[in-house]
């Protein structure tokens, strides 16, 4: 390993000059800030990122804590893109991501705890919030940077960034009501999530708003997977509860293509599927999902921008508070409501 009384050695100068000169410092001259650095490329040099991180105070990470388990597929579609975003805004303020998974058998601040504590990044991403989230307590009253992945109740100022997860719902049954339908059901998973409660609200708003029955053997929770979504075919489609469902999961959406099938039955034609920002990589089903979508790559940036501000000590304007439009895709998993003995228009 090549260190810095090497390159001193083979330039004839002192290790404080090249120290340094290593680090722009404006008290040695031009030409030897050259010298010094054609060495280091030239002799392979590499500095010791920890020691300069403890002189520094930083260490120029950003962190962000992903759920994983057996519920779950470590980094899942939507985490994909955002995640993409975030690590090429932060590279563009000389910053990295790391990646830190936490459990689903861990306490809920096992991870973050021990990456706050320890000093391992300079800020964090918090994904997954909660309605009111103790972990958003608890970086607030410690005084840590951080950007919150999704809405939450917890009181603080803090930046938070979340798709329209209610104008996604209540458009999508304004349009299902459009095509005559008037039982619609939802999916959901069983997380706790904040954006589930929101999904959830949303569609029992939009359903009292347009005067349409609110059913709870049609609203439906599942855990993660494609089984979900197969078991619920049953209890949307048994007694003739839905013509319609909106669904938030990719994975849901899948077994509710299988479960359909499995009966004999046609997506868009014995059930209409809706998705709610399902992710972007549901295109394998046929027939195409009819979905709202957002742009998740965008949310990774806007993450970055508002950590890099809180960073800077720029963000005296308030935090970044944003939540990003939703658009319509039409897909052949919607269609007409089939006229039933006793429906009414």
Do not use: C
């Not at 899942?76 to 830190?100: C, M, N, S």
């Not at 569609?203 to 979900?228: C, F, M, Q, S, Y």
């Not at 619920?232 to 099938?261: C, F, I, K, N």
């Not at 499995?262 to 972007?280: F, I, N, Q, T």
């Amino acid at each position: 390993m090549v260190r810095i009384r090497d390159l001193a050695r083979q330039l004839n100068i002192s290790i404080g000059t090249v120290s340094r000169a290593l680090n722009g410092r404006a008290d040695v001259n031009a030409l030897t800030r050259q010298r010094v650095s054609e060495a280091a490329t030239r002799m392979g040099y590499s500095p010791n990122q920890s020691a300069r991180s403890l002189r520094r105070g930083r260490t120029d990470l950003v962190g962000m804590i992903v759920p994983t388990g057996s519920r779950e597929r470590t980094i899942d579609a939507v985490f994909q893109p955002v995640l993409d975003g975030l690590r090429r805004r932060l590279g563009q303020e000389g910053l990295d991501l790391a990646i830190f998974l936490h459990g689903r058998d861990e306490e809920l601040f096992g991870s973050l705890k021990r990456v706050v504590e320890r000093g391992l990044v300079d800020a964090l991403i918090v994904s997954n919030t909660l309605t009111k989230d103790p972990r958003i307590d608890y970086l607030v009253a410690r005084g840590t940077p951080f950007a919150a992945f999704g809405r939450s109740k917890s009181i603080g100022e803090f930046p938070w960034v979340d798709p329209d997860f209610e104008r996604a719902v209540e458009s999508g049954v304004a349009r299902l009501v459009a095509l005559g339908h008037r039982k619609i059901g939802l999916l959901t998973t069983d997380d706790p999530a904040n954006y589930v409660a929101l999904i959830r609200a949303a569609h029992r708003r939009a359903l009292r708003r347009l005067k349409l029955p609110v059913d709870a053997r049609i609203d439906l929770t599942a855990p993660p997977g494609e089984a979900g979504g197969v078991e619920a075919v049953g209890a949307l489609l048994d007694e003739d509860r839905a013509s319609a469902v909106l669904v938030a999961d990719p994975q849901h959406a899948a077994g509710l293509y299988a479960g359909l099938a499995a009966r004999g039955l046609a997506v868009g034609e014995d059930l209409s599927v809706m998705g709610v920002l399902p992710g972007p990589y549901v295109d394998f089903l046929a027939p195409a999902l009819a979905a709202f979508m957002t742009d998740w790559t965008a949310i990774g940036v806007m993450l970055a921008e508002a950590l890099a501000r809180a960073l800077s000590g720029t963000d005296g304007e308030g935090p970044v508070r944003e939540v990003t439009p939703v658009h319509y895709r039409d897909g052949g998993s919607v269609g007409r409501a089939r006229v039933q003995i006793g429906a009414h228009a």
